[in-house]
């Protein structure tokens, strides 16, 4: 199996994008549909329409929201938990978060913990991906794990849990994932030291690459 660090993987996307013309929006659009799409299946096996969709300020963040808005337009029930003021989210998790419906915007919440969602909801990871170098988690993403990991639901983890190295499979407090679905090609660290057992089932989406 072929697997890819951090900057490679970068270098490979920006590659594509200069050379095909692709807006790197709309990787964003297509990783959020891949997660969507997944997050469809695994409800369906565990009889639930309801989705946690934890949502950090970077890519994978972006990422999140795509899927959550998504998901909101398959008639799902959606939470979507931001780690950052909306004002913070650039770049392409900027549009991303301005896509959102004003019904999903004015009902996001800036606070997680675990009794705030329900333990048969699917929760959906999309607080670090592979923008984590430790060794340490930094707020509010420390508590946050904390609580997620204490929430009993099934989690769904965006390209990379949330507390692992991408790069070398290094973790110290990570949320452990029973689906990683990671984009284009496998990142190192989900192979090596603790990275097979925090992502669970491994799954790679096709996003264009």
């Known amino acids: 199996m072929k697997a ?44 639930t329409r309801k989705f946690a969709v934890l949502a950090g300020k970077g890519n994978n963040g972006g990422d999140a929201c795509v899927a959550a808005r998504l998901l909101l337009e398959q008639g799902a029930e959606v939470q979507l938990f931001l780690a950052a003021e909306p004002e913070k989210y650039q770049g392409d998790a900027g549009l991303a978060w301005q896509r959102l419906p004003m019904t999903l915007k004015n009902q996001c919440q800036r606070d997680f913990k675990s009794t705030m969602v329900q333990r048969d909801c699917i929760l959906i990871d999309g607080l670090l991906g592979t923008g984590f170098t430790g060794p340490t988690l930094r707020q509010p993403y420390c508590a946050w794990i904390t609580e997620a990991r204490a929430s009993g639901c099934i989690v769904l983890a965006i390209d990379v849990p949330s507390g692992l190295n991408a790069d070398d499979g290094s973790t110290g407090l990570c949320l452990e994932a029973d689906l990683t679905l990671t984009f284009a090609v496998p990142k190192r660290g989900l192979l090596l030291g603790e990275g097979p057992r925090c992502c669970g089932r491994l799954l790679v989406a096709v996003i264009g690459i």
């Open 4 to 47: 890819v660090s951090v900057q490679e993987m970068r270098e490979l996307e920006q590659r594509f994008c200069q050379e095909t013309g692709t807006a790197s929006m709309q990787l964003m659009e297509n990783a959020g549909q891949a997660v969507a799409r997944e997050a469809i299946a695994l409800a369906a096996h565990s009889g």
